[in-house]
């Protein structure tokens, strides 16, 4: 089965500092990737998926991720964070309907 | 955003008692997911349910059972909790053709 890695459990950073997630997914067929984001006491949320084409997808809020494949990873890039991205992001792979597997997930912390 | 409600959002109950949570979708998915989050473990799959009556086994399923009588309503029921079974539980639904998987608030969990 399909598996994911997240590097990191804690990232600490100040505010408007570059910060990368890292995520490593080890499968040995294709593969769709995801970050989701979970803000306290909430649901997660998607942030933004690889399923085909380009392997750089972006979000809304600045957030990008690029597919390696030779790597076999997903790494989460924001050039400049902001208070409001404090939150845990989890990484997620699944190789078929109805079999998406989390990372641990890592803890962002963004410090005035 | 998808219309997600669990049911109850917290709940303590000792243990060897029966403990039934509720998941309620409005969007008409057919998909619907059950997962328990665990730190260090991110989330993990229990049960998830194909459509009406159609359900099967997750990653973690041993002593848990669900059910989905409508589309709009899967139930998971812990016959008779363990302090291994203290944990957040959510709920997820998608669409077919639709990787994203839409995340309720969760329920937290507390077997004495």
């Known amino acids: 089965a399909q598996s994911v890695t997240q590097l990191d459990s804690q990232v600490p950073v100040f505010e408007e500092a570059p910060v990368e997630l890292r995520c490593n997914y080890s499968s040995s067929v294709s593969v769709y990737l995801f970050w989701y984001v979970q803000y306290p006491n909430q649901g997660l949320q998607l942030l933004l998926k690889y399923l085909s084409g380009s392997t750089l997808v972006e979000s809304i809020n600045g957030f990008e991720a690029e597919f390696n494949k030779s790597q076999t990873s997903f790494h989460l890039r924001k050039p400049s964070v902001h208070i409001s991205d404090t939150a845990e992001y989890f990484c997620a792979v699944s190789v078929r309907d109805n079999d998406m597997r989390f990372g641990a997930g890592t803890r962002l912390t963004v410090k005035p | 955003d998808a219309g997600i409600t669990q049911s109850p959002r917290h709940k303590v109950t000792e243990t060897g008692t029966p403990v039934t949570l509720r998941c309620h979708q409005t969007e008409n998915h057919r998909y619907m997911y059950w997962y328990r989050q665990d730190p260090g473990h991110g989330l993990r799959l229990i049960h998830y349910?194909?459509?009406?009556?159609?359900?099967d086994k997750g990653e973690v399923s041993d002593g848990y059972s669900v059910s989905r009588s409508k589309t709009e309503d899967f139930l998971l029921t812990l016959e008779s909790a363990t302090s291994s079974q203290t944990s957040v539980y959510f709920c997820a639904s998608r669409d077919s053709g639709n990787y994203e998987q839409f995340f309720g608030p969760g329920t937290r969990l507390t077997v004495l």
């Open positions: 349910s194909y459509g009406v009556k159609d359900t």
